[in-house]
């Protein structure tokens, strides 16, 4: 009898044993492939990180050219009562804000809306700022000033028309 026991005891043991080494294996397994997951999203995430970065970089270069450097906002922001630049409406254009000196000159009445979609496609746009000519094949008339930046410029420029949204001004 007694032995018959132990070994009944004794298969018990082992079956459970090799319950525990086979939970284990299951367990080692899963914390393998749940740390090669967690190793391929920390690759990603910096990558995703840096392409951001580097759109905002870009955007806020365009941002400084354009509120600071070319002063774009002055001709195409529309203006309120007081004459000061209506910053609700940030680049949506409005009528040409200085007259010409000579009278007679073919001076355009309006500054067209610049900000959100632009007037015109990507290449289009590049060229403008890039060589002051326009969709027309000839430059713009005064006094738009006839650009003429680096291509990165340009695309900075570029990106941050495109990045404005109706009623934000170039302080946000
Ligand atoms: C001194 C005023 C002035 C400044 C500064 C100015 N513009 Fe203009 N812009 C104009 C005028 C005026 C026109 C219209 C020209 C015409 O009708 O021939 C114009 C036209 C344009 C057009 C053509 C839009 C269309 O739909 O026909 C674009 C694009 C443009 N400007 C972009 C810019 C950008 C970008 C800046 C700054 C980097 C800028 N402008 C700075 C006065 C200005």
Redesign the pocket.
């Known amino acids: 009898m007694q032995p018959h026991i132990v070994f009944e005891g004794w298969r018990v043991t082992f079956a459970f044993r090799r319950v525990i080494a086979g939970l284990s294996i299951a367990a080692f397994l899963l914390l393998i492939i749940t740390a090669s997951n967690l190793a391929i999203a920390q690759e990603r995430k910096p990558a995703a990180t840096a392409t951001n970065s580097a759109g905002n970089a870009t955007s806020a270069r365009g941002k400084y ?2 509120t600071e450097v ?3 906002g ?3 922001t529309p203006r309120t009562q007081n004459g000061q630049l209506d910053y609700s409406r940030w680049l949506a254009g409005g009528p ?1 804000p ?1 007259l010409p000196a000579q009278p007679g000159q073919d001076w ?1 009445l ?3 809306r ?1 900000g959100g979609l ?3 496609n990507d290449a289009q ?1 590049i060229t ?2 890039t060589t002051g000519i ?1 969709t027309t094949g000839k430059p ?2 005064s ?3 006839e ?1 003429h930046m680096t291509r990165a410029d340009a695309e900075a ?1 570029l990106a941050y ?1 495109k990045s404005i949204t109706s009623g934000r001004g170039p302080t946000q």
């Open positions: 050219i354009v070319a002063k774009c002055n001709c195409h040409v200085y355009p309006l500054c067209p610049i632009p007037p015109a746009m403008l700022l326009w713009l008339r006094p738009m000033p650009f420029v028309l």
